[in-house]
């Protein structure tokens, strides 16, 4: 078992940035590779990033590239998600996810989830 437990949302101005952390525990963090993902209000859980095992390659929606920053630090068990130049559209709730395959985009993929973070950009 992986448990993961996001932080770092909360309000921001468009324009502005957050930087999100996803804490895990459990089973080895560096053999995992990780996800994050996000689901607004009436719509459905969407990619945002991924980053592999090592950290050494990552993987973007195309709706934050160049905005957004996946990375992680394996010697703290630690993700993070840098958001920057945020616009309203971002708005949702940002989930963790770790996979044991490969830095998807694919929900499904992933085995273990953590329990969210709000994030909320006024314009």
């Known amino acids: 078992q992986v448990q993961l437990v996001e932080s770092g949302g909360g309000l921001v101005q468009a324009g502005g940035s957050l930087r999100l952390s996803c804490a895990a525990s459990?089973?080895?963090?560096?053999?995992?590779?990780m996800g994050w993902f996000r689901q607004a209000p009436g719509k459905e859980r969407e990619f945002v990033a991924s980053?592999?095992?090592?950290?050494?390659?990552?993987y973007y929606a195309d709706s934050v590239k160049g905005r957004f920053a996946v990375s992680r630090d394996n010697a703290k068990n630690t993700g993070y998600l840098q958001m920057n130049s945020l616009k309203p559209e971002d708005t949702a709730v940002y989930y963790c996810?770790?996979?044991?395959?490969?830095?998807?985009?694919?929900?499904?993929?992933?085995?273990?989830w953590g329990q969210g973070t709000q994030v909320t950009v006024s314009s």
């Open positions: 980053v592999s095992w090592s950290g050494g390659s990552t």
């Open positions: 459990g089973r080895t963090f560096s053999n995992y590779a």
């Open positions: 996810a770790a996979s044991r395959g490969s830095f998807s985009d694919f929900a499904a993929e992933y085995e273990y």
